[in-house]
């Protein structure tokens, strides 16, 4: 049986190669340990003799992580602006937010040539590929030129847009006609692969797409927050408590989650029934994310500001108040609070 190959922009940082902590390397836990794998992508560093530098690798247990560096460019064109200013605010209909230059849609695809280039002489004919994300949209295709004859699959984390809004990227014939080189795309919903198979069929491209959504293990989960509801910093939150109820939410910073309309919500309670005033806390952990990209930084900003003016308005030293956690500013940071952690506060109040 052949090794599995995992290709994403990043691969799990090493503390997380133990103990699985993003959602992508949550998501695969359970398929990399049922076979040798390799999973490989990008460092996360930037160097300006990238090409130069040769891949990294680090053996934990069956699952080897190969990674390599990108230039400042790379990743200032091919992560922040194409990827994130781009394709992300796409495939979640917030057209507005749009970027679009032809250098960062250049240096999109010579990313993913990096990809490729680096990750074919790593291959064995009966290596299965999969790829995920939409920063490798056309990684398959790029594959194949080089002579990849194996399986390659796909898989989209994010939702597809219908042909009405993906036909406003250039050259979407392109990216799509890439992908289309996969032998399966697996994606979240049966509304995204109706809206992706819309999209092949107006370009006469023929795809094998199928709705297979990804989850995690609920009850290893549940184990992990029971494990961790009588850490010292739960402890500590629910002595801050001082007797009152919680309002929780665990996001990362992204205007996908709608953080500033629940924060709006959570303002509007308090306005027009007092009588929750100093009765309830609201507590946001929202880690940083993609702080280079300017759509990000206003989002920060705008949750700063709103967190500071229900604070001024409503909080009592006894009573309520509004935390936020987007990095170290703003509200209340929680240093080394895990999502174990916040878990397990939530069963600590009856929450889970």
């Known amino acids: 049986m052949g090794r599995l190959i995992i290709v994403s922009n990043r691969t799990p940082a090493p503390g997380e190669r133990t103990q699985p902590a993003g959602g992508l390397t949550v998501g695969l836990c359970d398929a990399v340990q049922t076979q040798e794998t390799l999973w490989f992508g990008w460092s ?77 002489g790593l291959l064995e004919p009966d290596d299965t590929v999969w790829i995920h994300d939409y920063h490798l949209f056309p990684l398959g295709k790029m594959l194949r030129d080089r002579g990849v004859t194996g399986r390659i699959g796909f898989f989209l984390h994010i939702p597809f847009p219908p042909w009405s809004v993906a036909r406003l990227l250039p050259r979407l ?28 069929e107006i370009y006469g491209l023929k795809a094998a797409v199928e709705a297979v959504p990804i989850g995690i293990d609920p009850v290893s989960f549940r184990q992990q927050a029971i494990e961790s509801a009588s850490s010292d910093e739960v402890v500590k939150i629910m002595d801050t408590l001082e007797g009152t109820r919680l309002i929780m939410g665990v996001d990362r910073l992204d205007y996908s989650k709608g953080l500033p309309e629940r924060m709006k919500g959570f303002e509007a309670l308090l306005k027009n029934y007092p009588e929750h005033r100093g009765q309830v806390t609201f507590l946001q952990v929202t880690p940083v994310s993609r702080g280079g990209v300017e759509s990000y930084r206003l989002l920060k900003e705008e949750l700063d500001g709103l967190v500071g003016t229900i604070n001024g308005a409503y909080a009592r030293r006894t009573g309520c108040r509004s935390a936020t956690r987007p990095g170290r500013s703003g509200g209340i940071f929680l240093p080394g609070f895990t999502g174990w952690q916040m878990w397990g506060l939530s069963r600590r109040c009856g929450m889970a």
């Open 173 to 200: 014939d392109m990216l799509l006609s890439g992908l289309a080189a996969c032998d399966l795309i697996g994606v979240q919903t049966p509304e995204d692969a109706t809206n992706l198979k819309g999209c092949f």
């Open 44 to 120: 996360g560093h930037q160097h300006a003799d990238a090409a130069d530098r040769p891949v990294q690798s680090e053996q934990v247990g069956n699952v080897n992580y190969v990674t390599f560096d990108l230039t400042q460019r790379q990743y200032d064109r091919f992560y922040l602006n194409f990827s994130n200013g781009v394709l992300w605010p796409l495939c979640h209909y917030r057209t507005n937010l749009i970027r679009y230059t032809r250098e960062d849609c250049d240096a999109y695809y010579e990313a993913n040539e990096v990809f490729a280039d680096r990750l074919v």
